[in-house]
């Protein structure tokens, strides 16, 4: 059915709010992954971009801070952001926005009365992909952190859920250590880390590598044969790499998770890399605000470069709003427009709702233009349209249906 300028929205809206989502990056695993599997009230409170946020708007000192266990932390954070100060900002927004969804009034409730209430209505991962529409994701595995590695040495979990991927930045941040940990781990000695990811890629059926860089750390990549090997490696696994450009590690050594911040990166040298292995698949997403642009000019030059997400610091409205306008106006629909980069379950609930609150306006801005200029839009396109930018694109690339 062609659709008018009177039905478009809802149309879109229905659509939007209905499409599963594939979710490239997240930190979640599993319920069966006993202490890496984070649900419920106070494990959301605990979120180190909240964490942060506390941190800077109080004279509270870090490790004080990270001394109390986590109910005292989770009721400082909801006391000094939640109760004291207006939570406006996008982390505190996003656990106001999932108590809505969960029907939780909070007025005059104690903290612990709300979370009773909250642990009471979600029990389980189920409840929340149900609740967000996510049907699969991708987590974060680590190779070389051999107790969270452990999840694959088990079956008990669903694995057209949870996907896996190989985490390489260890390789960059410890190297001496982490070749230490894969020679203990492959009985042949020549080219141990290669030996060894191939271990873990048939242990784990991973769907990407990925690498958090800058600057410094890109150049690495660039010059380091083992590298090379590894970039040969993946081109003959099909694996693309995930390049997370433009962090800073322990900015604040004393924040901990909540202390990473901004980097330099040089994206002349990410063009380099797309040209010197045309045959390997580059996902890419940009830490700074600064890269972004260029990032987007590099997307249409480089047919193995795929653009993803609004990587945390980006992830915030404003922003959302102008770069996801610039990358459509550049790219069309080829891209990946978000991820979740969710570490509690929950949150997936409030990453992509707010994600979609963004959406929808904007893709109706685009829609409306091209009626307005008597191109034809049915329900079939823009159910094909908004199948490719929550999953297709992303699967598509990744050679996964
Ligand atoms: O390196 C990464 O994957 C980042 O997403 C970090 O994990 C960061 O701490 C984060 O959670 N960002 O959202
Ligand atoms: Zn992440």
């Not at 690495?220 to 040969?232: F, K, N």
């Not at 709702?353 to 801005?365: C, G, M, V, W, Y």
Request: with cysteine; glycine share 2%; hydrophobic share 40%.
């Amino acid at each position: 059915m062609i659709l008018s300028s009177d039905n478009i929205s809802k149309k879109l809206l229905n659509i939007i709010d209905s499409t599963p989502i594939f979710d490239l990056h997240t930190h979640l695993f599993p319920p069966k992954h006993e202490g890496y599997f984070l649900l419920g009230f106070k494990n959301l409170l605990n979120y180190h971009y909240l964490i942060a946020e506390l941190l800077t708007a109080t004279n509270i000192d870090a490790s004080t801070f990270y001394s109390f266990n986590d109910e005292k932390k989770a009721s400082l954070i909801w006391n000094e952001l939640f109760e004291k100060r207006t939570p406006v900002s996008e982390a505190c927004s996003g656990v106001l926005s999932i108590l809505k969804e969960l029907n939780i009034e909070i007025n005059n409730k104690s903290f612990l009365s709300i979370c009773d209430e909250y642990d009471r209505k979600i029990q389980s991962d189920k409840n929340i992909l149900d609740l967000s529409n996510v049907s699969s994701l991708v987590m974060t595995n680590n190779p070389f952190d051999l107790d969270e590695w452990s999840l694959f040495n088990t079956n008990d979990w669903d694995k057209k859920i949870y996907l896996a991927s190989l985490r390489l930045d260890d390789l960059i941040l410890d190297y001496d250590e982490t070749l230490k940990k894969a020679k203990d781990q492959t009985s042949n000695q020549e080219n141990t880390i290669v030996n060894y990811l191939e271990k873990c890629y048939s242990q784990s059926n991973p769907v990407y590598a990925a690498i958090s860089l800058n600057l410094e750390t890109f150049n690495t990549i660039l010059e380091d044969s083992m590298w090379r090997d590894i970039l040969v490696w993946l081109e003959s696994k099909k694996l693309p790499l995930s390049l997370m450009l433009g962090v800073k590690r322990a900015v604040n050594k004393d924040f901990g998770l909540a202390g990473d911040g901004i980097g330099e990166i040089n994206l002349k040298e990410l063009s380099n890399l797309c040209n010197s292995f045309p045959k390997n698949k580059f996902l890419v997403t940009c830490l700074s605000l600064n890269d972004q642009h260029e990032l987007t000019v590099l997307a249409r030059k480089h047919p193995n470069l795929r653009i993803f997400g609004f990587w945390w610091f980006m992830n915030q409205p404003t922003i959302i709003k102008q770069i996801l306008k610039m990358r459509i106006d550049m790219l069309g629909f080829s891209f990946i427009p978000q991820h979740s980069d969710a570490r509690v379950s929950d949150q997936l609930i409030y990453k992509w709702n707010h994600f979609k609150k963004i959406l929808h306006p904007i893709l109706l801005e685009y829609y409306q233009d091209l009626l307005d200029k008597n191109f034809p839009i049915s329900e079939n396109i823009l159910q094909r349209d908004i199948n490719n930018l929550l999953s297709g694109n992303a699967k598509n690339y990744l050679g996964i249906t």
